[in-house]
């Protein structure tokens, strides 16, 4: 595997489900975020990490819990979801320090519908 | 606020034209400026960085950036269909600090006529 992978690709989930959404880097970043991205609308950023701690929640509603165990792994913990919630979920990570810190690279997202 | 400010378009352009996409932004600490592809139903995919004033050429891609008047820009020579998506402009959240925070852009969606 290269790049940042995510999996799984699809979820179709209930409002009283509970799922967790994985990314994984194989870049050796040390910065992950987790951002939301609706139709026609910008890409919203929600969870940073940096070297495993969490550095920005962007007032993200507590029915969305991110787990970062590693530098190379993060999780988004779902639970009682609303439908407006249905939108493409991107991991990405960037290096975090030194030359290109900056640079983020996305994984190919999960698109989930909450119905 | 700290904003980015691209215009939605669609740019429609000739196959073989040059695009132009502009990008503004209100953060006069920014450092770092990055435009990003994105095709529909895709992830964002990194194109280009770009750090001091001036241009900076990547193939048939050129990323200008004018600090004093707060626009970076990317230009696209012989445009081909395939070049058809959203660019998104995206800049470094001031000096940074612990976050390494990017601020995007809505993108611009750029259609390449045949």
């Known amino acids: 595997e290269t790049g940042v992978t995510q999996t799984p690709r699809h979820l179709v989930m209930g409002m009283t489900n509970k799922k967790s959404l994985k990314c994984e880097q194989h870049l050796g970043h040390n910065a992950m975020y987790w951002y939301k991205q609706s139709a026609k609308k910008p890409l919203e950023l929600m969870f940073v990490?940096?070297?495993?701690?969490?550095?920005e929640n962007n007032s993200v509603p507590s029915r969305f819990s991110p787990e970062c165990p590693n530098s190379s792994h993060l999780f988004l913990h779902l639970h009682t979801l609303q439908p407006e919630d249905s939108a493409l979920y991107l991991c990405a990570s960037s290096p975090g320090t030194g030359a290109g810190s900056y640079e983020q690279y996305f994984g190919p997202g999960t698109r989930l519908t909450v119905t | 606020q700290k904003e980015v400010e691209q215009n939605s378009g669609p740019l429609s352009v000739p196959e073989g034209a040059i695009a132009s996409l502009n990008c503004t932004y209100s953060d006069r600490g920014s450092q770092s400026f990055f435009w990003y592809r994105q095709y529909s139903g895709k992830s964002p995919e990194l194109i280009m960085s770009i750090y001091s004033n001036g241009d900076k050429e990547d193939g048939r891609f050129t990323a200008q950036l004018n600090k004093a008047s707060q626009y970076v820009s990317l230009l696209i020579r012989d445009s081909q269909p395939s070049d058809s998506a959203t660019y998104l402009c995206?800049?470094?959240?001031?000096?940074?600090?612990?976050?390494?925070?990017?601020?995007f852009g809505t993108g611009t969606l750029l259609a390449v006529q045949p």
């Open positions: 995206a800049v470094a959240d001031g000096y940074g600090g612990a976050t390494n925070k990017l601020i």
């Open positions: 990490y940096n070297f495993k701690e969490q550095t």
